[in-house]
């Protein structure tokens, strides 16, 4: 990990997502889930107008990434992953905070995920982030079998968080 690696916050350049990135985001997302996206999942949302993915790039590696979709008024958080050095630098917050301006824009009024209920890290990001639950789904992930709380953020139409 490099000095600015070290700081507490960073600064990174959240863009879109490019084919060029896709190799680096695979292979950081075989690193993150234990039930990775395969990399043609990242070839295809790249494709698809109701698609969208966005990387924080520092230092001229890529650190962390979303993706999201859009469904009529509705959003959905479909993937989220910080490199695990660059975690607690408010990378992912950066990357919500854009992605909560996009789908605004996009007129939705929701943005729904789902996370596993063991992953306390990614529910209190969540949490602190204004998601409340809405239901579970049981059985909803492989590798290992469990299941999904569903979780919403409702959003204001003009609102667009800094
Ligand atoms: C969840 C995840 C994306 C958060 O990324 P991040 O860049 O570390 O998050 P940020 O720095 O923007 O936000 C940090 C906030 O999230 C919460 N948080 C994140 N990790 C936490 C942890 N391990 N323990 C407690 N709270 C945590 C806290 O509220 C924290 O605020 P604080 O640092 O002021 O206490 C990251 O941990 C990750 O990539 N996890 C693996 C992939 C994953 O689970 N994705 C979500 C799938 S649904």
């Known amino acids: 990990m490099n000095s600015v690696a070290n700081s507490r916050e960073v600064l990174p350049i959240i863009r879109s997502m490019k084919d060029a990135d896709i190799d680096s985001v695979a292979a ?60 607690r630098k408010s990378v ?16 939705c009024d929701i943005l729904l995920l789902e996370v596993r209920p063991s992953n306390d890290s990614a529910r209190a990001f969540y949490a602190k982030h204004g998601f409340r639950e809405l239901y579970r789904r049981p059985n909803y992930y492989r590798r290992p079998v469990e299941d999904a709380l569903v979780l919403v953020r409702y959003l204001e139409p003009t609102q667009n968080e800094s």
């Not at 917050?93 to 996009?102: A, N, Y």
């Open 92 to 107: 992912a917050c950066k990357l919500l905070e854009r992605i909560l301006g996009i789908v605004t824009e996009h007129g």
């Open 28 to 87: 950081l997302e075989q690193v993150i889930f234990p039930d990775p996206w395969p990399r043609a999942a990242f070839v295809e949302q790249l494709k698809d107008d109701m698609w969208g993915a966005l990387v924080a790039e520092a230092d001229g590696e890529i650190v962390g990434y979303a993706c999201y979709l859009l469904v009529h008024n509705e959003s959905h958080l479909t993937n989220i992953g910080v490199a695990p050095g660059w975690r």
